[in-house]
């Protein structure tokens, strides 16, 4: 039972570099949603999406595109990193009815340097 | 906006001690409550909810109480074990900013034997 899949689980990147966080659930799961976690900060969401076709920014979108082809997988883009986007990065999936009790992946580990 | 406030870590116990971490909240609407754990290198994991004022959520001799007197959600365990060594955050969400949920900083929690 996969649950939600999130690959890399590290990744050094150069300023400026761009790059893709992917994450899949097999749940049919049609809440997913990105976070970042920064110490002391808890998770902070980053982009959400309701269904496929369907996506919406959270509370730190800037910096990072989303797209939700189908109903499993649901990407996070970095366009042009920076070092303030160092952070550990969790993707999380949930049925409509009940969106906040969410499954979350374990986690992309992003260094900029 | 919602916001939520938990202790800070870490939080350094004896196996069997007595464990509690408080948490208190923000709302606009009417939320539910959360606890959820991150064990070492992995995702978060729901630990216990409580949808309404006075109800008690439970799991694995966790417990919480929703205090809406005092905006309040405190986990406790009356005897921890070393593989509850974790870091716990608290949440909530609230259907008035669309069920989304907003997270504590996190409290880490270090069980010695």
């Known amino acids: 039972n996969a649950g939600v899949t999130q690959t890399p689980k590290f990744q050094v990147l150069k300023t400026g570099q761009s790059m893709t966080l992917q994450c899949a659930q097999d749940?049919?799961?049609?809440?997913m949603s990105w976070y970042r976690q920064d110490p002391g900060m808890g998770l902070r969401l980053i982009h959400y999406s309701v269904g496929a076709g369907i996506t919406d920014q959270g509370e730190v979108p800037n910096g990072y595109n989303v797209s939700r082809s189908t109903t499993e997988d649901f990407p996070l883009r970095l366009l042009s990193a920076a070092p303030s986007q160092t952070s550990v990065y969790f993707c999380?999936?949930?049925?409509?009815?009940?969106?906040?009790?969410?499954?979350f992946g374990q986690g992309t580990r992003l260094t900029v340097v | 906006g919602n916001s939520v406030t938990q202790m800070e870590g870490p939080v350094t116990l004896s196996e069997e001690a007595f464990l509690t971490i408080n948490c208190t909240y923000t709302?606009?609407?009417?939320?539910?409550l959360f606890w959820y754990v991150q064990y070492p290198g992995e995702g978060l994991q729901l630990l216990l909810k409580?949808?309404?004022?006075?109800d008690k959520g439970s799991n694995k001799g966790f417990e919480a109480t929703y205090r809406k007197e005092t905006t309040s959600f405190h986990l406790e365990k009356g005897s921890v074990q070393v593989s509850d060594s974790a870091v716990y955050f608290c949440a909530l969400s609230d259907q008035a900013a669309g069920n989304k949920l907003t997270f504590g900083g996190g409290t880490r929690v270090l069980v010695k034997p």
């Open positions: 709302a606009t609407g009417y939320p539910s």
């Open positions: 749940m049919n799961h049609e809440y």
């Open positions: 999380a999936s949930s049925s409509i009815q009940e969106i906040a009790e969410a499954f």
């Open positions: 409580a949808t309404k004022a006075d």
